[in-house]
């Protein structure tokens, strides 16, 4: 039995996959290529952990437990994120505000007061461009430090799920799950963390671009009985309802990083191929990406000349009439 109705049959969990590796190499060093990217890079990150917690007293959980059945044991406890994929604005979702400040550095803005924003890793206007003096530090061919203080405010609703084992008047067990959608707190009164961090900035005169900072949190929340004694923390009232008391804590992993725009050489084998998946009428298929354009490469030669590589290119094709 479960928050649903029935148990979910154990072949809904072989219903996976595993990911295809779109880079392969064959050990054979010749294939090896060398290739200018234009990237951002990394210049200095710092990672922190923070937590939060709160009390439930008399919390209810659905569903109730059939009649004539005790709790014998708790078996498990499970606590996740509520997320509305249909609505991301749902006040139910769990949410994560942070708010960022430094000292000894500024965030560009505009005419209007509005920070600049670009386009990050992530594909969406995530960095802020800073700006500070590094001239002091340029000249020890070192970065300048930067102080900073996050507000993190957290709202919205978790998940917690009791897998319960019963017994009946004949001693005879099953599992039961019961669960319970909890608010941690609202928009107007969120749960608020709060830490310090030091990071390097690059220098600012010294570049064409400058530097940019991004941050970036993910939560998860843990559940457990307030003493951790199922006699105390957990009641069945007469019509079967179940009552408890919990710890529920919210878990958060926060990474700041100061990014600046490179351009790298790297080695590479090639563009990733991914695999086919052949159920088509057609016969050919335009190519995703430019051939890649080496010494060998003889597109442009004209028909009357000889290729002058070693490449063994084959000859151009002329094009065939349509039957």
Known sequence: MSCFGT?????????????????EFDGDMSSIVTAPIYVQQVFDAVKFNLQGMKTFNDQVF???????????R??????????????????????????????????????????????GADGTYSERIMY????????????????????????????????LLLCDSCNNEVIFTVCANVNIAT???????????EICLPSTIDTAFLPRFTEFCNSACEARLATNNFGRDLNIEPDGNVCGNLIVAICLTCEKKIVVPVQLCVLSTGYAEAPLQRNSICT???????????ECDTQNCEDDKECECECECPPPKRPQPRR
């Open 62 to 72: 659905t569903p109730c437990i059939p009649v004539g059945h005790r709790i014998k």
């Open 74 to 119: 708790v078996i498990d406890i499970r606590c996740k994120r509520f997320f509305n994929p249909t609505n991301v604005e749902d006040p139910k979702n769990l949410t994560l505000d942070v708010d960022t400040s430094i000292s000894g550095a500024s965030f560009l803005k505009d005419a209007q007061g509005n920070y600049l924003s670009v386009v």
């Open 187 to 197: 928009k107007d009164q969120p749960m608020v963390l709060t830490n310090f961090f």
């Open 7 to 23: 148990r979910v049959t154990p072949d809904l969990y072989q219903n996976c996959c595993n990911a295809s590796n779109l880079c």
């Open 284 to 294: 050919t298929f335009p190519s995703l990406f430019p051939a890649g354009i080496k």
């Open 132 to 163: 500070a003096e590094t001239s002091d530090c340029d000249e020890k061919c070192m970065g300048t430090p930067v102080f900073g203080t996050q507000t993190v405010c957290i709202h919205g609703n978790v998940l917690i799920e009791l897998d």
